[in-house]
């Protein structure tokens, strides 16, 4: 009887520890723009598909809390005196989340992966610098002579075609995270299911409910696993940035990542420090389809930049939280000047529209008789608002405007994918801090992102040019001469800078501003 009362008071202490265990899980409830449209990370082309792989692989190197670059799976690397040998050097302890040890001939299997054509990888080109990316890519080489050699198991090099100053920021874009090789050869393009996925970041995909959210879990192999705080991380896709506004105050998000600016005021009176307003290295814009008859002319492309009130969309439209943008790079850009703005950059806003009135009537277009567009944006409050605040605009000039709106997934896939659209809404976010990297876009040949259809000889040769210098200042001047192309045919029209906006819990530390508004869910954690 004794001996009973005993082992009925242990059963309980038991299940009172098991309760607290599961009671002090700590999950991280994050707000993320989107669900993904592929966890592939060779597939994958948004921001909001890179918060998520960012928390569950780890490339070569990684980002900081800071938005610097660290050292990720590779402890320390070495560039040869030309600038075209990488020989990067493995952490002992980088293991796959199945326990496997991460080898270097995983990164070779990957980056050939990514460069077959038939993966049909939307950013491939990201990686061209390395020797033979291209033709490898195009079917013009074997992967085999793909410019990637693993010496042995824990040392990988990387040659590439000629220096290229920005290379190992390159190689913290999501693109460049390696794939788990036996995963991929055993599922094919199931290896993205949770119940197939092994992953070498700080967590691991345990599930996957469209609308509702993603679930990843500490990956307790990853390498850094001690200094990780955070048992899981719920990623919540948030395109109704107002109800998102509503579920933070509510206290069911720690954070978001954007937030409704129709409510600016309202938001900057009460979340007070929750609300973090910081420069992002992007420019929103409007991309023009170049094989439409009626945005064919120039000329009528001008008058359509010419007349948009940039000041107006962001302080009124957008509360202060963009910067009027008269340049498809953004100012403060790494290796480069001061960007090429567009010619008109300076004028009155009314005079800039006589101009454009003047022109569209050359061109037959009043508002008797008026250039019929239709702008395209993907859902949210802010492109909505933008939109109508154009069409009223370019309504004083002759052009009568109907809108379209879709989800995200639909719109950037019709984008993609060569849909039809005449005017549509986009948006680029550095991936690194070098004017190639919003210059590339328009390349003729780059089909994941020139969203224009934008084809120049002229404007491919520099690009081309640019990418065969190593002088960084006359590589500059080259990059500036193709902006003068780019704002002088508008392939899309600038509207303005983008500035990052988080709704950040008082509860969550670790979370820092950053220009390239990454921010890892291994460096957070929260107070209970």
């Given at each position: 009887?004794?001996?009973?009362i005993?082992?009925?008071?242990?059963a309980?202490a038991?299940?009172?520890a098991?309760?607290?265990?599961?009671a002090?899980?700590?999950?991280?409830n994050?707000?993320?723009?989107a669900?993904?449209?592929?966890l592939?990370?060779?597939?994958?082309s948004?921001?909001?598909?890179?918060?998520?792989?960012?928390?569950?692989?780890?490339g070569?190197?990684?980002?900081?809390?800071?938005?610097?670059?660290?050292p990720?799976?590779?402890k320390s690397?070495?560039?040869?005196?030309?600038g075209l040998?990488y020989?990067?050097?493995f952490?002992?302890?980088?293991?796959?989340?199945?326990?496997?040890?991460?080898?270097?001939?995983?990164?070779?299997?990957?980056?050939?992966?990514i460069?077959?054509?038939?993966?049909?990888?939307?950013?491939?080109?990201?990686?061209?610098?390395?020797?033979?990316?291209?033709?490898?890519?195009t079917?013009?080489?074997?992967?085999?002579?793909?410019?990637?050699?693993?010496?042995?198991?824990?040392?990988?090099?990387i040659?590439l075609?000629?220096?290229?100053?920005y290379?190992?920021?390159?190689?913290t874009?999501?693109s460049?995270?390696?794939?788990?090789?036996?995963?991929?050869?055993?599922?094919g393009?199931?290896?993205?299911?949770?119940?197939?996925?092994?992953?070498?970041?700080?967590?691991v995909?345990?599930s996957?409910t469209p609308?509702?959210?993603?679930?990843v879990v500490?990956?307790p192999?990853?390498?850094d696993?001690?200094?990780v705080?955070i048992d899981?991380?719920?990623?919540f896709?948030?395109?109704?940035?107002?109800?998102?506004?509503?579920r933070?105050?509510?206290?069911?998000?720690?954070?978001?990542?954007?937030?409704?600016?129709?409510?600016?005021?309202?938001?900057?009176?009460?979340?007070?420090?929750?609300?973090?307003?910081?420069?992002y290295l992007?420019?929103?814009?409007?991309?023009l389809?170049?094989e439409?008859?009626?945005l064919a002319?120039?000329?009528?492309?001008?008058a359509?930049?010419?007349?948009?009130d940039?000041?107006?969309?962001?302080?009124?439209?957008?509360g202060?939280?963009m910067v009027?943008?008269?340049?498809?790079?953004?100012p403060?850009?790494?290796?480069y000047?001061e960007?090429?703005?567009?010619?008109?950059k300076?004028?009155?806003?009314?005079?800039?529209?006589?101009?454009?009135k003047?022109?569209?009537e050359?061109?037959?277009?009043?508002?008797a008789?008026?250039?019929?567009?239709?702008?395209?944006?993907?859902?949210s409050?802010?492109?909505?608002?933008?939109?109508?605040?154009?069409?009223?605009?370019?309504?004083?000039?002759?052009?009568?405007?109907?809108?379209?709106n879709?989800?995200?997934?639909?719109?950037?896939?019709?984008l993609r994918?060569?849909?039809?659209?005449?005017?549509?809404r986009?948006?680029?976010?550095?991936?690194?801090?070098?004017?190639?990297?919003?210059?590339f876009?328009?390349e003729?040949?780059n089909?994941g992102?020139?969203y224009?259809?934008?084809n120049?000889?002229?404007?491919?040769?520099?690009?081309?040019?640019?990418?065969?210098t190593?002088?960084?200042?006359?590589?500059?001047?080259?990059?500036?001469?193709?902006?003068?192309?780019?704002?002088?045919?508008?392939?899309?029209l600038?509207?303005?800078?983008?500035?990052?906006?988080?709704?950040?819990s008082?509860?969550?530390k670790?979370?820092?501003?950053?220009?390239?508004?990454?921010?890892?869910?291994?460096?957070?954690?929260?107070?209970?």
């Amino acid at each position: 009887m004794h001996k009973s009362i005993r082992m009925s008071a242990l059963a309980a202490a038991l299940v009172a520890a098991s309760s607290l265990t599961a009671a002090a899980e700590i999950v991280y409830n994050r707000g993320n723009t989107a669900d993904p449209e592929t966890l592939d990370q060779h597939k994958t082309s948004t921001t909001y598909e890179a918060h998520l792989l960012r928390d569950m692989y780890e490339g070569l190197v990684a980002y900081g809390a800071d938005g610097h670059v660290i050292p990720g799976v590779a402890k320390s690397w070495d560039v040869s005196e030309d600038g075209l040998v990488y020989t990067f050097h493995f952490r002992d302890n980088a293991k796959w989340s199945n326990g496997d040890p991460v080898v270097a001939g995983d990164f070779v299997y990957s980056m050939r992966r990514i460069m077959k054509p038939e993966t049909g990888a939307k950013y491939a080109n990201i990686l061209y610098p390395i020797k033979n990316a291209e033709a490898v890519n195009t079917g013009k080489a074997k992967g085999e002579e793909l410019g990637v050699k693993a010496i042995d198991d824990k040392t990988l090099e990387i040659t590439l075609g000629e220096p290229t100053p920005y290379f190992i920021e390159q190689l913290t874009h999501q693109s460049s995270y390696p794939v788990h090789p036996a995963t991929v050869e055993k599922y094919g393009s199931d290896f993205v299911l949770p119940e197939n996925f092994v992953s070498n970041g700080a967590f691991v995909l345990e599930s996957f409910t469209p609308n509702d959210f993603i679930k990843v879990v500490k990956n307790p192999y990853f390498h850094d696993a001690a200094n990780v705080k955070i048992d899981a991380v719920k990623f919540f896709p948030t395109e109704d940035r107002g109800a998102a506004l509503r579920r933070f105050q509510a206290g069911e998000l720690h954070t978001n990542n954007d937030a409704p600016v129709e409510q600016i005021e309202y938001i900057r009176e009460n979340l007070g420090s929750e609300f973090h307003v910081a420069p992002y290295l992007g420019t929103y814009y409007y991309a023009l389809n170049h094989e439409s008859e009626k945005l064919a002319d120039p000329d009528i492309r001008q008058a359509l930049s010419m007349v948009i009130d940039r000041e107006y969309l962001a302080d009124e439209i957008w509360g202060s939280t963009m910067v009027a943008g008269y340049s498809f790079v953004p100012p403060g850009i790494g290796n480069y000047g001061e960007p090429a703005y567009a010619s008109w950059k300076d004028e009155d806003v009314l005079d800039r529209e006589e101009k454009a009135k003047a022109i569209l009537e050359s061109k037959g277009y009043t508002q008797a008789n008026p250039l019929e567009l239709e702008i395209r944006y993907n859902t949210s409050e802010n492109h909505k608002n933008t939109a109508v605040a154009i069409a009223d605009m370019w309504k004083e000039i002759g052009v009568k405007v109907s809108m379209l709106n879709t989800d995200t997934k639909t719109h950037y896939a019709v984008l993609r994918d060569r849909g039809h659209f005449e005017v549509a809404r986009a948006g680029w976010i550095g991936d690194y801090s070098d004017p190639q990297n919003f210059l590339f876009l328009y390349e003729s040949d780059n089909d994941g992102f020139n969203y224009a259809r934008y084809n120049n000889p002229e404007y491919d040769k520099l690009m081309d040019e640019a990418a065969a210098t190593v002088d960084l200042e006359k590589r500059a001047a080259i990059l500036r001469k193709v902006e003068e192309i780019f704002m002088r045919d508008l392939p899309v029209l600038p509207l303005m800078y983008y500035g990052s906006m988080n709704l950040v819990s008082s509860k969550v530390k670790g979370f820092e501003d950053n220009l390239m508004n990454v921010h890892p869910s291994r460096f957070i954690s929260i107070e209970q």
